[in-house]
């Protein structure tokens, strides 16, 4: 992986002996390349400062346009992404996965994909996110009237497609906070705007935690590191809303969340939602279905989708299975 690719982490004040400031920091190749998979844009160079008092004495307003949020746009959705017979085998064993999707989601909608286990869901988020393990071998994808297979990893991200894994993974030594903090500043520089220094970003951040119901102690943990699978989910969800993503691919954010959090996230995601950007959310079940209302359901089957509708296709997938739906 390039070195341009692989982010200097942010270190948190207590982590012990970091390396000097000047220096990348080396990371192990799987190390690096999940770190920029998982949060591309989420990161920024090293740098070593004190973190704020999680109550800070002033709060400073920060408006989310303010901030760095992409300004409203006026006039009839335009298509965001479209994707056309796109065909992906495993990097490393050739096998093919994908076998001809096409999609196309508009601005404002959201897209449900449903279907069996191995179908290829996670696949097809992790393919629009440039995951190394897969190779594009056919098709195209248009991200925001861009190709986006002749992006990197990092550059769609900044492009501002955000994608929360079916597991999140836990960095140490890298506070929360920080790493928000970060990922967030990351995006303003690319947008040409300067840093939000600490005080001023936990003012942004705050009330984006508070409205998913996260204790702002949180915050100021390692990202993920102990995290209960609901807790991590939650905290995807926080990333989503600092970093304002015109797309936001959720693999299975349902997955192991109690009652009260499924709807808290499913608030969250409907807070985020604006006519502006879109939701492709990967769900096995159709009650998140029931808070997070889509526009389009699709049913996948062995890397193709197989049926599009709406969110009728998943109460009748939910009563009558899979068997319904089968081309096979
Ligand atoms: N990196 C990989 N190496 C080998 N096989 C892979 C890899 N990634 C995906 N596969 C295979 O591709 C198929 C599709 O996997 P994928 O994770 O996309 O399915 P899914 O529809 O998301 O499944 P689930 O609902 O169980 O999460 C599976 O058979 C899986 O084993």
Do not use: W
């Amino acid at each position: 992986m390039a070195l341009a690719f692989c982010p200097s982490l942010p270190f948190s004040s207590s982590t012990p002996s970091p390396p000097s400031p000047s220096l990348p920091l080396r990371t192990s190749p799987t190390d690096s390349s999940l770190i920029t998979i998982l949060a591309p844009h989420r990161i920024g160079r090293l740098s070593l400062r004190t973190r704020p008092p999680l109550r800070p004495k002033a709060v400073v307003a920060v408006d989310s346009l303010a901030a760095g949020g992409a300004a409203p746009r006026s006039g009839p959705p335009r298509v965001l992404l479209e994707v056309k017979d796109l065909k992906a085998v495993v990097a490393e064993s050739r096998q093919e996965i994908l076998r001809g999707i096409n999609l196309t989601v508009y601005e404002g909608e959201v897209h449900a994909v449903m279907g069996k286990n191995g179908s290829g869901k996670s696949t097809l988020s992790k393919v629009l996110v440039g995951h190394p393990d897969y190779e594009v071998t056919g098709g195209s994808v248009i991200f925001k009237g861009e190709n986006l297979l002749e992006m990197e990893p990092e550059e769609r991200s900044h492009a501002g497609i955000f994608m929360s894994f079916q597991t999140p993974v836990e960095i140490p030594g890298v506070s929360n906070f920080d790493f928000l903090n970060m990922s967030y500043n990351a995006r303003r520089k690319k947008r040409g705007l300067p840093e939000l220094p600490p005080l001023e970003f936990y003012s942004y951040v705050s009330p984006k935690a508070a409205a998913i119901n996260m204790d702002l102690r949180f915050l100021d943990r390692n990202v993920n590191e102990g995290f209960s699978g609901g807790e991590k989910k939650r905290n995807e969800i926080l990333q989503l809303a600092v970093l304002e993503a015109d797309l936001a691919i959720l693999d299975e954010i349902d997955s192991g969340l109690d009652v009260d959090a499924l709807q808290d996230v499913a608030k969250a995601v409907n807070g985020l939602l604006t006519p502006n950007n879109s939701v492709l959310i990967i769900t096995h079940y159709q009650r998140l279905l029931d808070y997070i209302k889509p526009s389009y359901v699709h049913i996948m089957e062995d890397g193709t989708i197989v049926r599009t509708g709406d969110v009728s296709l998943a109460k009748q997938l939910e009563k009558e299975g899979y068997r319904a739906f089968s081309i096979s």
